[in-house]
């Protein structure tokens, strides 16, 4: 794991343990906000320290930069499915009381609402985009062959990553969300239905998968040129 690799780790174990404990507390509207915020702040940390491949500035190019060309596609259909399954389960079930201790010892407890959900969920889509528009119109640094390649793969990588951490952002988030589901399932005598409960429980597994294959894919280092060795630029 390379420096880079430890920022997004750092970040992303951050937004993780400081989300779940505010979800114990009056202050869970805001768990989804801090992981979505941790989680952007360690990854832009970690393209800061990584070198780009630098030489003679080209601003203008003959090629067309596409952001389809640069987009992956499953790391943004497992955001697009994890969000819409999302919207299924709030819309399908109660939503469940507020997973702190309010209930226990005041015997009410804060309405809860996914709108902060919503609100991280559809920004953070929004600021990928555009992060990865400026990514991929930005001015080739080099003009020589081997550099032009060292360059476009800077462009890959960084869309690479920026989408691995919008599917990490998400899929931790449906996979949170849905055992909460789940566990005010398997409580019956609430009105519950434990069948619905290891379904649902079931579906956070494949969830929780889908956590450990992006977040894995953000610890990996970059390869080649990119992060270990400077770019060597021929005189012309």
């Known amino acids: 794991m390379d420096t880079a690799a430890r920022c997004r780790a750092l970040g992303l174990a951050l937004g993780a343990g400081t989300g779940f404990a505010l979800t114990r507390t009056y202050l869970f509207d805001f768990a989804p906000v801090v992981l979505a915020l941790c989680l952007s702040i360690g990854v832009l940390a970690g393209e800061a320290v990584s070198r780009r491949p630098l030489g003679e500035r080209r601003a203008a190019t003959l090629r067309t930069r596409r952001m389809r060309d640069y987009l992956p596609v499953r790391p943004f259909a497992v955001s697009l499915a994890s969000t819409s399954a999302l919207v299924v389960l709030s819309w399908w079930f109660p939503t469940p009381v507020h997973p702190d201790h309010q209930v226990i010892y005041f015997g009410t407890a804060a309405p809860v609402t996914l709108m902060a959900t ?71 005598r609430g009105g519950g239905s434990p069948a619905w409960g ?13 956590v450990a294959h992006y977040a894995g894919s953000l ?9 270990d060795q400077p770019v060597a630029v021929e005189a012309p």
């Open 219 to 227: 610890m990996r280092p970059r390869h080649g040129i990119i992060d």
């Open 118 to 188: 919503w609100a991280t969920l559809a920004t953070g889509a929004v600021l990928v985009l555009v992060s990865v528009w400026l990514v991929v119109r930005s001015p080739q640094t080099v003009s020589q062959a081997g550099g032009v390649a060292a360059d476009e793969a800077w462009r890959r990588i960084t869309v690479n990553h920026l989408a691995d951490a919008y599917a990490t952002l998400s899929a931790t988030i449906f996979t949170a969300a849905t055992f909460w589901y789940a566990d005010a399932q398997m409580d019956w």
């Open 198 to 210: 290891f379904a649902l429980s079931l579906l956070a597994g494949v969830g929780l998968a889908a």
